[in-house]
């Protein structure tokens, strides 16, 4: 009997999953199989969050392919050797994949398949199933990848490509006899503190829950997508981006939906919304092309710049406060508080907080990118390194690193009533309006009639938004 291992990744969906469909096409039995091989990941193992998203994503998946007459297999270790002992196990002709882009994954997996294919000689295919166009297909006119996104999206407008997906296998092929799995809870993935207690309430994992977070964004939100999306009050964007990074969803299947006609979206609410799925393409080109980029700068002038001194108490303090949702700035506080709860931010918020631990407390990016890493169950290599240093004014096509975010501004624009802070932050919760933004603004007289106490029911600010702006600045003169 013709069998086939398929090593499913980050990739965990039946449709449009190309590895999948190819091997129930071509192959009498498939062997569905998930490796938790976290030493395989380099210095990017999952963090905290995304492990809780993972250990569910699996048993979702899991339970669809039993309705199949199938299961996952679930292994434990480094990934050539389990592969080794399935392929022995199971007597497979062939391994398949869907394509990663990190770049300690693609050294593993080129490994993988030289290994497979010469020494083995089996068949290895590799497929694409989490970008709309690979990293390699889209260059400028010179022939070098984007580094500037405008150009890259008006490109992928004008050679529009209408995305083909495959259906769900039918019917699936079963297997004769199941290999050794290991229990789902062996692999220890959910947090032994009972911090995850919050997603629950947020979050529905799989591919399922991808779909059913895409008709409600649909059924509510994306008519007003330009209008809302920088309200982190409203629950107005799609929250998809887990559900994208773990591949329970794909981008192809997102535009096949939203442009059912095959052509470029009229409607300006859902050009906007693709937009930002193609900032998502961009963010892979360009951890594909500059692989340094999730610990570099990708402006070299700013491997020089002169951040704080990581040693000192103060800065360990700031860092802290930052993280703890602390600082004092209720926008940040409301951002890190939010994001530690539910495992997520909202992007208007994840630019706030990143340009505050960058340039007012001139702390280094790589500090923000690694905390953002455990905690978010979005993380995602090539978004997050972009994000940050996108903000910290050292990527491509970045913020000029001048254009510092005034978070009290920023909270007066978008959170205009106070209300995401208010949210955030209970012990400002009396607090009415946009003064919620700058507590330490307000006549002390009317803080103790509300029983705010600063310093002791919310802290101080821990920086002079004035003068850490102009530190920033200085900082900034001396690397230009
Ligand atoms: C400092 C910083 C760190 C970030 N880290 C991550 C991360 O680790 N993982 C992650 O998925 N996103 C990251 N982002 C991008 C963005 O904040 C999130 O993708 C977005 O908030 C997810 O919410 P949503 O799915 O509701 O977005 P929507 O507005 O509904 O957008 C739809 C999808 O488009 C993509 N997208 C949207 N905005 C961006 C963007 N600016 N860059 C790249 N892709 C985008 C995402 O896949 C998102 O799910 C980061 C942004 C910043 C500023």
Not at 343 to 349: F, I, Q, T
Request: negative net charge; contains cysteine; charged residues 25%.
């Amino acid at each position: 009997m013709s069998t086939a291992i398929v090593w499913l990744r980050q990739d965990l969906r039946l449709a449009d999953n190309p590895a999948l469909a190819f091997a129930c096409e071509h192959f009498e039995q498939v062997i569905p199989v998930y490796i938790w091989d976290p030493d395989g990941e380099g210095d990017w193992p999952p963090g905290g969050a995304s492990r809780w998203w993972l250990h569910h994503s699996l048993e979702a998946l899991d339970k669809s392919l039993r309705k199949r007459h199938s299961r996952l297999i679930i292994r434990n270790g480094d990934s050539q050797t389990e592969l080794a002992e399935l392929i022995k196990t199971s007597q497979a002709d062939a391994v398949c994949w869907n394509r990663r882009y990190e770049p300690a994954v693609r050294q593993r997996d080129a490994a993988i398949k030289t290994w497979l294919q010469d020494e083995l000689k089996l068949i290895c295919r590799s497929f694409n199933s989490a970008l709309w166009w690979e990293p390699w297909e889209i260059k400028t006119g010179q022939g070098d990848p984007y580094r500037v996104f405008t150009p890259m999206w008006k490109k992928m407008l004008a050679e529009w490509r209408y995305p083909q997906v495959p259906a769900i296998p039918q019917p699936f092929p079963a297997m004769q006899e199941a290999p050794r799995s290991v229990p789902l809870d062996k692999l220890a993935l959910l947090p032994r503190l009972d911090w995850d207690q919050q997603f629950y309430q947020h979050w529905s994992p799989g591919e399922q829950g991808a779909w059913d977070a895409l008709d409600v964004f649909r059924d509510r939100a994306i008519n007003d997508y330009l209008d809302n999306r920088n309200l982190p009050a409203q629950p107005d964007t799609s929250r998809l981006s887990p559900h994208l990074h773990f591949g329970e969803i794909s981008t192809r299947q997102i535009v096949r939906q939203l442009c059912p006609d095959g052509e470029p979206p009229v409607d300006q609410q859902v050009s906007g919304f693709i937009r930002e799925l193609a900032w998502r393409e961009f963010s892979w080109h360009l951890l594909y092309n500059y692989p340094r980029i999730p610990a570099q700068p990708l402006q070299e002038k700013f491997s020089d710049f002169p951040w704080r001194d990581g040693r000192t108490r103060e800065y360990q303090h700031d860092l802290r406060a930052w993280q703890q949702g602390m600082t004092g700035i209720p926008m940040v506080d409301a951002g890190m508080r939010e994001l530690w709860a539910t495992g997520w931010m909202h992007n208007r918020v994840r630019m706030i907080v990143a340009s505050f631990l960058t340039k007012n407390l001139l702390i280094p990016w790589q500090a923000g990118e690694q905390w953002f890493w455990d905690t978010l169950v979005d993380a995602d290599l090539g978004n997050n390194s972009q994000g940050w240093q996108w903000t910290a004014g050292s990527g491509a096509d970045a913020a000029p690193y001048f254009r510092i975010f005034n978070p009290v501004s920023q909270g007066e624009k978008f959170d205009p009533e106070g209300e995401y802070v208010r949210h955030w932050i209970p012990e400002l919760a009396e607090l009415k309006g946009k003064r919620i933004h700058s507590p330490w603004q307000i006549e002390q007289s009317l803080l103790q009639e509300l029983g705010i106490e600063l310093g002791e029911t919310y802290p101080w600010p821990v920086v002079d938004l004035k003068a850490s702006r102009e530190r920033a600045l200085n900082a900034y003169q001396q690397i230009r």
